[in-house]
């Protein structure tokens, strides 16, 4: 038949120069990236404030009095889909009640959920950060005093918690934006 073949065209067929010249200049522009990075690579520092994730999750804030029962603190929690409630007097921060608590305060304990006060199972010291303080130093907080929850305050005032969950999903969301421009930038995308 004219103008057909079964024989492939030799020009048209890549001779594995084209390949193997792209994944070189791939890996010429990688090798560039890693440099850059180690020329200004540091100990991995969180100084984002407190205030920009509580500014990005919101800043509700459950709580309870100290003379509720301890039941009536889980039912709020499990209502809620939280781990923990801060327990005020008013406006002042009194203490933190936890799951934590519930477990070993009143349930290893032998007490009742119905009969047993909140304030009878709190912690006696909460560990508080204020909204100036940096992701890393709640990172530090909760790793040191084995907690998952701190309250933050301000001049006095309850203006929002933060829990390890907070923090994670936080660091994931920065490395995910992190990958993504490393990943433009080694596409040809964006300058780094």
Not at 3 to 27: C, H, M, Q, V, Y
Not at 49 to 67: D, M, N, R, T
Not at 164 to 181: E, K, M, P, R, Y
């Amino acid at each position: 038949m004219p103008g057909r073949s079964n024989r492939l065209n030799p020009k048209l067929i890549p001779t594995g120069w084209e390949f193997i010249s792209a994944e070189n200049d791939l890996k010429k522009r990688l090798a560039n990236f890693v440099k850059k990075v180690h020329k200004c690579r540091k100990p991995m520092k969180i100084t984002v404030p407190v205030s920009a994730l509580l500014h990005h999750k919101g800043a509700i804030v459950w709580y309870i009095p100290p003379e509720a029962t301890v039941y009536e603190a889980i039912r709020l929690m499990a209502d809620k889909n939280i781990g923990a409630l801060l327990v005020m007097s008013g406006s002042v921060l009194v203490g933190l009640f936890t799951e934590r608590d519930y477990t070993r305060k009143v349930a290893l304990a032998g007490k009742t959920s119905k009969q047993t006060l909140v304030k009878d199972v709190i912690s006696e010291k909460t560990i508080t950060v204020t909204p100036d303080d940096s992701l890393e130093e709640c990172m530090r907080l909760m790793t040191e005093h084995r907690i998952r929850h701190l309250p933050v305050v301000r001049n006095g005032q309850v203006v929002g918690i933060v829990s390890i969950g907070d923090l994670v999903n936080w660091i994931i969301s920065a490395q995910d934006a992190t990958i993504a421009q490393m990943e433009r930038y080694i596409a040809g995308g964006a300058a780094a």
